[in-house]
Antibody, heavy 117, light 106 residues
């Protein structure tokens, strides 16, 4: 079964850090660019970051640039997102997704991040 | 590049033809995609590259457009189509979503 499973979300204080993971199964993970997208409560979708097949190129949305770091380990079929200097505005469900023809084809169920004191 | 989706809410009946528009602040590539999202679920890709239907998506969904204006049409709205729809554009290693259109039951 083709699947993406996110984990690592939770409650964190402002200024804190969190590391999200996304494990892929059922397809050749190493052949896809990968993406993180987030959705704040009751709000729309926001692209967060993309990473190339081999991890050599990374791109970030303006609101997270310099604070978030995307990474991958193709040997472990895993995608990561390191979240630093968190603020309340980072509270959201974070989704990982495959990137195909510059669209996001396959999505995980998401992991919830809450930033609050 | 700013992407403006309209309308933000749309009331329609089963069987209706529904049109959702996505306008960009400047001419964008043909890599425009459309997604459907239901409450508590991740988005589902419907259309990519402006008009290519994703595998398994019903043919009542179609996309068109170029330059700064793109549209999603649902021909013959079905009960399972009541959801929120998002457009998403790609340009120069930056991806942007529209604000979303909620399709409600009239």
């Amino acid at each position: 079964e083709v699947q993406l499973v996110e984990s690592g979300g939770g409650l964190v204080q402002p200024g804190g850090s969190l590391r999200l993971s996304c494990v892929a199964s059922g397809f050749r993970f190493s052949s896809y660019w990968m993406t993180w997208v987030r959705q704040a409560p009751g709000k729309g979708l926001e692209w967060v970051a993309n990473i190339k097949i081999d991890g050599s190129e990374k791109y970030y949305g303006d609101s997270v640039k310099g604070r978030f770091t995307i990474g991958r380990d193709n040997a472990k079929n895993s995608l990561y997102l390191q979240l630093d200097s968190l603020t309340a505005e980072d509270t959201a469900v974070y989704y990982c997704a495959t990137n195909r023809y510059y669209a996001f084809a396959m999505w995980g169920q998401g992991t919830k991040v809450t930033v609050s004191s | 590049i700013q992407v403006t989706q309209s309308p933000s809410t749309l009331s329609a009946s089963v069987g209706d033809r529904v049109t959702i528009t996505c306008r960009a602040s400047q001419s964008i590539s043909p890599y425009l995609a459309w997604y459907q999202q239901k409450p508590g679920k991740p988005p589902k890709l419907l259309i990519y590259k402006t008009s290519t239907l994703e595998s398994g998506v019903p043919s009542r969904f179609s996309g068109s457009g170029s330059g700064t204006e793109f549209t999603l049409i649902i021909n013959g709205l079905q009960p399972e189509d009541f959801a929120t729809y998002y457009c998403q554009q790609y340009n120069s290693y930056s991806w942007t979503f529209g604000q979303g259109t909620k399709v409600e039951i009239k």
